[in-house]
């Protein structure tokens, strides 16, 4: 229980935003503003 705040995507970046559909903390890269959440729900990949 020591990591909050690190981008579950790609851990390596501070998250910044919550997947209000997965719940996911995810970095700015991995959030996308236009759909609302995060990389996983949008595409899958990347
Ligand atoms: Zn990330
Ligand atoms: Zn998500």
């Given at each position: 229980?020591?990591?909050?705040?690190?981008?579950q995507?790609?851990?390596?970046?501070?998250?910044?935003?919550?997947?209000p559909?997965?719940?996911?903390?995810?970095?700015?890269?991995?959030?996308?503003?236009?759909?609302?959440?995060?990389?996983?729900?949008?595409?899958g990949?990347?």
């Amino acid at each position: 229980m020591s990591q909050s705040g690190l981008c579950q995507h790609c851990e390596n970046a501070p998250a910044s935003h919550t997947c209000p559909n997965c719940g996911s903390l995810v970095c700015e890269r991995h959030f996308d503003r236009q759909h609302g959440q995060c990389a996983s729900c949008l595409g899958g990949r990347q």
